[in-house]
């Protein structure tokens, strides 16, 4: 497609192209949508976006988004701030909220350690992670970065910066998911599922 | 999901999600690559879709989009005016052009008629189609409006209103698509095919 009759509806499609997953017809897709909705929908989806740059702040703690100095969860006083979740980024900490399942407090990275795209120690919010690990008192560390080669270099060089630091640094569990049937699972994942098997009284915790 | 630490990013997802084809997951990936970028993307992208939407133009004689009064097709002299290829949406004008093989012009309906959806023929651009019959001289009108219920309706009416004010009406033939195996056709295609089967000495005109 490159005979779009007008410049604006050019505009907007090679913008939405540079999207992620988004090609030109999608891209084509969605400002016809635009098009046909009234002036006030194309304003609000605008403006949510140039605000959502502009004006987004990050924790001065974690890192985490916030529209505070401080993020809702850093600042809950009911969480347990002496257990720090290491993540990779503010999705995984989305994530893990939504499971319930953690009462501590996190740390965004912003990344992982990968060479291949020029991504070293000095570009994540590694610095902060060890002042945090000098001036709070935290007693247990865990590790969600992604289980790959950039995960596996990341936490290696967390730990060891942090194991002089921390008491405890434990990582999360790698298995075959929940109602997944083993036949199905990657030989990598089930291997470790066998290597990291838990005690069957444990399981029952 | 429903924790988004910040109020900028639950709008920013909210507004995403508006769009056809994007979800809730899909909008908060695209949320998180535009926070990645810099503000001059947020802004252009934004600014983008804003625009689209309070400046753009309609052709006044074919509908089709436009930056200025009468569209780039419309005012080329090299083009045929006494053929008129009607169409639902500037998409399909898009399509065609994109064949090369149309040097007439167009006349853009903005939908169907559809009861199910309370699109009725007043709610498209009929009028001006009627009036274009009465005022050019038009040798042919070529339908090119979907092979649905929708699309036959609306052509039988159109075929009706303008029967006596134009020579020639026409409709773009429907069959298996060049390159298809005819096992993989399906089977209304098919008939269609058969039925409006083409005279071996036309093939090769």
């Known amino acids: 497609m490159n005979n779009y009759s007008s410049r604006l509806l050019e505009d907007a499609v090679n913008e939405l192209t540079r999207l992620p997953g988004i090609g030109k017809r999608t891209a084509l897709r969605l400002?016809?949508?635009?098009?046909r909705q009234d002036e006030l929908y194309a304003g609000?989806?605008?403006?949510?976006?140039?605000?959502?740059?502009?004006?987004?702040?990050?924790?001065?703690?974690?890192?985490n988004i916030s529209d505070e100095e401080v993020c809702d969860i850093c600042s809950d006083q009911k969480r347990d701030p002496s257990v720090l979740c290491v993540v990779e980024d503010i999705r995984d900490v989305?994530?893990?909220?939504?499971?319930?399942?953690?009462?501590?407090?996190?740390?965004?990275?912003?990344?992982?350690?990968?060479?291949?795209?020029?991504?070293?120690?000095?570009?994540?919010?590694?610095?902060?992670?060890?002042?945090?690990?000098?001036?709070?008192?935290?007693?247990?560390?865990?590790?969600?970065?992604?289980?790959?080669?950039?995960?596996?270099?990341?936490?290696?060089?967390?730990?060891?910066?942090?194991?002089?630091?921390?008491?405890?640094?434990?990582?999360?569990?790698?298995?075959?998911?929940?109602?997944?049937d083993l036949e199905f699972a990657d030989e990598i994942t089930l291997g470790k599922s066998i290597i990291n098997r838990v005690l069957y009284e444990k399981l029952f915790d």
Chains 1, 2 share one sequence.
Do not use: W
Not at 31 to 35: F, T
């Open 31 to 35: 400002a016809l949508h635009i098009l």
């Open 44 to 63: 609000t989806l605008g403006n949510a976006i140039i605000k959502l740059r502009t004006s987004i702040r990050y924790c001065v703690r974690c890192h």
């Open 94 to 180: 989305m994530a893990i909220e939504n499971t319930g399942q953690f009462r501590g407090l996190y740390h965004v990275l912003g990344g992982i350690i990968s060479p291949m795209d020029g991504i070293g120690p000095s570009d994540l919010n590694i610095d902060s992670l060890i002042r945090r690990a000098e001036t709070e008192s935290i007693a247990e560390l865990i590790m969600a970065l992604p289980a790959t080669t950039e995960g596996d270099t990341t936490n290696y060089y967390l730990f060891k910066k942090l194991k002089d630091k921390v008491k405890t640094i434990s990582a999360i569990s790698r298995g075959v998911a929940i109602g997944d």
